[in-house]
């Protein structure tokens, strides 16, 4: 076997094991994708039937059925207004501490990351019972507070480790030109830094949008979001697969494509920048 | 120059809502747990606030469920460790070099990571893992086996399973981004040397990869220590106590029985286990946030 054949065969042989291993890996959610387009008795069916007249019908149900919208619009609501929120306080806090950063600095950032290492767990009765007393349990209120406090953290890292890899001598030009620090960090950071920003924005809008200790705890009817929606499925009366395929499948898409299109800057948030 | 000064002691409030904020949310509710921890306070019994010292440690401590809670935890971190710290190491090696359709296999492999924790539960536990019309039950009859009835039997392994799924495109996402800066050099300096690619692991990439596993091992450990949306939507603990972890018990003492002084005590226990993994963690990135 000369050294050509042999180049040829590790070749074929990494990509046909890792065409497996992906197949493998994914395959969970094709099944729950094409049981969507599934009727209720062709997906209860067995064998499962393979080969069917794809039909819409479950997406209908759950639209009109479940309240789908109403669950959904509380998904979007929460995640991206804890997210800007978050993105709106840790923007300052991280332009701080990455370019006048003191004595305290690095202690001040390990500090917040240990905030993020409290098991929610932890805190669940008090955090219940403030709810409670403030009028913000099964509001969406409550869940943005909380939300934009346990992402702050990531976000902070994530923008500080961005913030770094600007090149010093461009602030200090513009801060040469008499430019004031909101000029500064509007004008000149911000478009910069503007792909590492987003980044952070999406991968908070992830955590947000799969938390799933606080939404199940905290809300009921009113502010419940998707997460809540798929859990009710798994009582016995919910017992509909093509439908809770198919409400699966609306809850995890948009999230799906983030996560696909952000993959190589998320390691970064993390990680807390120690992996990049 | 008077704007540059003025500019970097603005500058250095700018960190102070966010300290501020964190402060709060980090002691307030902690310290409210703390006290809670020492005193008898049922939601069902209006009024009763005693101090009782340790007793509700005590009672935690020796509650039966305790002891199943804690081993449960630790099988379900541990398993859950091993299997995508191994796996994930495998496949980020296996996917390191180019092959067609590479780039649409990474996005396969990450996917699951993606899935809120409610959506990957009930389809595994549905669509897949159900005794009669599940995927798993028709492999296992078109090869002449019984199915498993995942829940009943191994109820522990199903959960282990299915937490795994979800996070085994963490472990690879983080090593297949950290094996691209494996230096190709020495790689090619090892092959002309004669080593072999199992030389080349040991010796080479598994130094490399040493500080990215331990930051995914401990970044894990953090998050697989609370988990809890996974068993809420699928045993509920059950059968009996057989997947009821740390998390979970301290749930069902707060919110179905309503015995904060015990759901708090154990609150406490969980927050000195994760503030232990988290003291190693910190060390990590403090000295990665140094080395910069």
């Not at chain 1, 009710?232 to 898409?253: H, I, R």
């Not at chain 2, 199903?158 to 690879?172: D, K, N, T």
Request: hydrophobic share 55%; charged share 10%.
């Amino acid at each position: 076997m000369n050294l050509h054949t042999e180049k040829v065969v590790k070749l074929t042989l990494v990509t046909v094991t890792s065409w497996l291993v992906a197949a493998l890996l994914f395959f969970p959610i094709f099944w729950m994708i094409l049981t969507s387009f599934k009727t209720e008795l062709a997906a209860f069916s067995s064998p499962p039937s393979l080969f069917f007249w794809p039909t819409l019908e479950n997406y209908y149900e759950v639209f009109e059925r479940s309240d789908y919208v109403r669950y959904a619009m509380n998904s979007v609501i929460v995640s991206f207004v804890s997210s800007i929120l978050a993105m709106i306080i840790g923007i300052p806090a991280a332009y701080s501490m990455a370019f006048y950063p003191t004595k305290r600095t690095q202690g001040v950032l390990l500090w917040m990351l240990s905030t993020k290492m409290l098991p929610p767990v932890g805190v669940l009765v008090p955090i219940y019972l403030l709810a409670r007393d403030t009028s913000l349990l099964d509001t969406r209120t409550g869940l943005v507070i909380i939300y934009t406090l346990i992402n702050l953290p990531i976000v902070i890292w994530m923008i500080y480790t961005y913030f770094k890899d600007v090149p010093k001598d461009i602030l200090e030009a513009c801060r040469m030109d008499g430019a004031s620090l909101w000029q500064e960090i509007r004008h000149v950071l911000i478009p910069i830094t503007l792909g590492g920003l987003s980044s952070t924005f999406l991968l908070s809008l992830i955590l947000s949008w799969n938390e799933a200790f606080w939404s199940l705890n905290l809300t009921a009817s009113q502010a419940a979001p998707l997460t809540a929606l798929i859990a009710s499925y798994s009582s016995p009366e919910g017992l509909f697969w093509a439908k809770l395929s198919a409400a699966s499948t609306l809850a995890v898409a948009p999230i799906l494509v983030f996560g696909w299109i952000s993959q190589k800057q998320l390691v970064r948030g993390l990680t807390f920048g120690a992996v990049k | 120059m008077s704007q540059l000064s003025r500019n970097a002691r603005a500058a250095r409030f700018l960190v102070a809502p966010s300290v501020l904020l964190l402060l709060a949310w980090m002691t307030v509710p902690l310290a409210m747990t703390l006290y809670f921890s020492t005193i008898r306070f049922n939601l069902t019994i209006p009024g009763m606030r005693n101090f009782v010292g340790f007793d509700n440690y005590i009672f935690f401590f020796t509650d039966p469920s305790f002891f199943a809670g804690m081993s449960n935890t630790l099988v379900l971190v541990g398993s859950t460790l091993l299997i995508t710290v191994i796996l994930g190491t495998l496949i980020a090696v296996l996917i390191d070099n180019p092959f067609p359709g590479r780039s649409l296999v990474r996005i396969l492999l990450i996917s699951p990571f993606f899935i809120m924790p409610t959506v990957n539960a009930l389809v595994w536990k549905n669509l897949l893992m159900n005794p009669v019309s599940g995927f798993f039950a028709f492999l296992a009859n078109s090869v002449g086996m019984t199915p498993i009835d995942w829940f009943t039997n191994v109820p522990m392994l199903s959960i282990i399973i299915i937490v795994s799924w979800q996070w085994l495109p963490f472990a690879i996402l983080i090593l297949m981004t950290a094996m691209q800066s494996l230096d190709q050099e020495q790689l090619e300096a090892a092959r002309m040397d004669g080593a072999g690619p199992i030389a080349i692991f040991r010796h080479i990439t598994l130094p490399h990869l040493a500080r990215p596993l331990a930051v995914v091992v401990m970044i894990e450990t953090i998050f697989l220590l609370s988990i809890f949306a996974e068993i809420f939507t699928t045993t509920g603990g059950g059968p009996g106590t057989q997947t009821t972890n740390l998390a979970y018990l301290i749930y069902t003492q707060a919110l179905l029985q309503y015995d904060v002084g015990m759901a708090s005590a154990g609150g406490i226990v969980a927050v000195v286990l994760a503030n232990i993994v988290a003291f190693f963690l910190i060390r990590v990135v403090g000295k990665s946030l140094a080395g910069e």
